[in-house]
Each structure stands twice: as C-alpha cells, then as structure tokens.
C-alpha cells in the first residue's frame, strides 16, 4: 500500500507525538527534527491533525503540540 507524503509526514508526528508522555508538548520544530523532515510539511501536517482534532496545539513561548484523548484512541 502506497501513502501520500502528506500521510506520512503526518503519521510520522502522530508517532513523536504518542511517544511523549500525556501532559508534555512538543513543538514543530522538534517534530520535524525528529522525523528528519522539513519544517514547513510538519507544520502544515500539525495543523491538518489540528483540524481533525486529533491534537492540541497552543501558541506562544511554551506552546507546542500533544495528543489529545481522540488521537490517542
């Protein structure tokens, strides 16, 4: 089965994003740097898991990405 590089970048982020624990953020940047992606697909898959509801994402200094109950499920 072949997948889009879209769904893999952003599989790959549900993957970092599951690996940390339930309370943690982490930000793009970091996914990206982790996935050995560049920034600007992790960033446009985080705000297509974010339109799906599958994470959280909060702005700012501290903010950053983490699952939520639905994408842990």
Partial sequence: M???AYA???LRAMLVLAA???EES???REIADAVGTP???VSKAV???RRLG???VTKGRN???RLNEAGRT
Avoid: C, R, T, Y
């Fill in 63 to 65: 903010g950053g990405a």
């Fill in 54 to 56: 599958f994470i959280e």
């Fill in 26 to 28: 982490v930000s793009s």
């Fill in 8 to 10: 893999d970048v952003s």
């Fill in 47 to 49: 705000s297509g898991l």
């Fill in 39 to 41: 920034f600007n697909h």
């Fill in 20 to 22: 940390i624990g339930p």
């Fill in 2 to 4: 072949k997948i889009s």
